[in-house]
């Protein structure tokens, strides 16, 4: 009961903050944003496929970052964990909202930013082609919902509101691919590449393995989770063990 009354808590910061509308706007219009301006300056006709569709996908996951790791650090950095702590039975809980609410919030803006892009693209004149790559929708769904939640655990170890952000963000944008580039030469980031969220994302979006790590779909989604589990547990016992100031 206590873990729901935690949802509730967080669901209702969530609802009640001006900046939750403002990333509710980024997240969706980062998907049918892109839609728009193709139907708009594209030309008469154009293929409405999976492809064009998450055209802004890239955008949107790092919005969905940015917005998970700046929420969770900005609680923490304005003392209202403390509270949680002081109204739940148990410190783990509001961190376990905080995740839970997060990945349907992204989950949420995903399947809304899809819809109106789907709707847009038709009503600008685009032939709808979803019958081919639908693996692009789930792909996309899965990993940005992770990557998101795993991004609140994240901040709960950084703890500060700058590096919470900067992290993943450089991350996503940098460090991934670059590691992924190294192991094309360098046999010892070959392990590395292997277990880079983003590159095995990447994988399963794309089809395709650069790298000849020989990894099915299966050990990609398997490694994807494994960083979610890992960095929210890290969370957890971080905050278990932190003192509140």
């Known amino acids: 009961m206590s873990l729901t009354n935690a949802l509730r808590a967080e669901n209702t910061k969530l609802l009640s903050?001006?900046?939750?509308?403002?990333?509710?706007?980024?997240?969706?219009?980062?998907?049918?944003?892109?839609?728009?301006?193709?139907?708009?300056?594209?030309?008469?006709?154009?293929?409405?496929?999976?492809?064009?569709?998450?055209?802004?996908?890239?955008?949107?996951?790092?919005?969905?970052?940015?917005?998970?790791?700046?929420?969770?650090?900005?609680?923490?950095?304005?003392?209202?964990?403390?509270?949680?702590?002081?109204?739940?039975?148990g410190r783990w809980q509001w961190v376990t909202a905080k995740i839970i609410v997060t990945a349907v919030f992204t989950a949420v803006t995903f399947v809304l930013g899809t819809v109106l892009a789907i709707g847009i693209g038709a009503v600008l004149g685009g032939t709808l082609s979803l019958g081919t790559d639908p693996h692009i929708l789930y792909v996309g769904f899965i990993a940005t919902v992770l990557f998101a939640a795993m991004s609140?655990?994240?901040?709960?170890?950084?703890?500060?509101?700058?590096?919470?952000v900067a992290v993943p963000v450089a991350w996503l944008l940098v460090i991934d691919g670059m590691i992924g580039f190294a192991a094309e030469?360098?046999?010892?980031?070959?392990?590395?590449?292997?277990?880079?969220?983003?590159?095995?994302?990447?994988?399963?979006?794309?089809?395709?393995?650069?790298?000849?790590?020989?990894?099915?779909?299966?050990?990609?989604?398997?490694?994807?989770?494994?960083?979610?589990?890992?960095?929210?547990?890290?969370g957890l016992w971080r905050n278990h063990r932190v003192d509140v100031r």
């Open 17 to 89: 903050l001006r900046s939750s509308l403002v990333y509710a706007i980024l997240l969706t219009g980062s998907l049918f944003g892109p839609v728009t301006l193709i139907g708009m300056f594209g030309g008469d006709t154009f293929i409405l496929d999976w492809g064009t569709l998450f055209s802004g996908l890239p955008i949107f996951q790092l919005i969905a970052v940015v917005f998970a790791a700046a929420t969770t650090a900005g609680d923490i950095r304005s003392h209202m964990h403390a509270q949680a702590f002081l109204t739940q039975a």
């Open 152 to 164: 609140v655990g994240l901040a709960c170890v950084i703890r500060s509101q700058v590096a919470s």
């Open 185 to 234: 030469s360098i046999g010892i980031f070959r392990p590395l590449a292997a277990i880079a969220p983003v590159q095995r994302m990447n994988q399963v979006f794309y089809g395709e393995d650069p790298l000849g790590l020989g990894l099915s779909t299966a050990v990609c989604y398997l490694i994807i989770i494994a960083w979610f589990a890992a960095l929210s547990a890290v």
